[in-house]
Nanobody, 120 residues
Framework: VQLQASGGGLVQPGGSLRLSCAAS????????MGWYRQAPGKERELVAL???????DYADSVKGRFTISRDNAKNTAYLQMNRLKPEDTAVYYC???????????????WGQGTLVTVSS
């Protein structure tokens, strides 16, 4: 199972970006999918989470600006980021709780990270 994150880049304050996280491989089922971020000198933190049923949770710092969604048919999660601020600058990592095909248990997998830079 692999997670491929994409969509990062340089954007001006107030701008928008959409991140994608595609899971591939021998996937039996996917439970929670989430986005984390790590800014320079800081610990990795949860940004947004979405369950298999579509329930969502967000860090207080991004509520009202970011929206997480998923397409279960494509095994893909998205993070729509609006009204971006310089403090949103970080490497964004996707994470998914995946039960590989043929396995009884699920495991957490990480994507490779995509850099988001918010600067004028």
């Amino acid at each position: 199972v692999q997670l491929q994150a994409s969509g990062g880049g340089l954007v001006q304050p107030g701008g928008s970006l959409r991140l994608s996280c595609a899971a591939s491989g021998r996937i039996g089922s996917i439970n929670d999918m989430g986005w984390y971020r790590q800014a320079p000198g800081k610990e990795r933190e949860l940004v947004a989470l979405i369950t298999s049923g579509g329930s969502t949770d967000y860090a207080d710092s991004v509520k009202g600006r970011f929206t997480i969604s998923r397409d279960n048919a494509k095994n893909t999660a998205y993070l729509q980021m609006n009204r971006l601020k310089p403090e949103d600058t970080a490497v964004y990592y996707c994470n998914a709780d995946v039960r590989p095909m043929g396995y009884a248990l699920a495991y957490y997998y990480w994507g490779q990270g995509t850099l988001v830079t918010v600067s004028s």
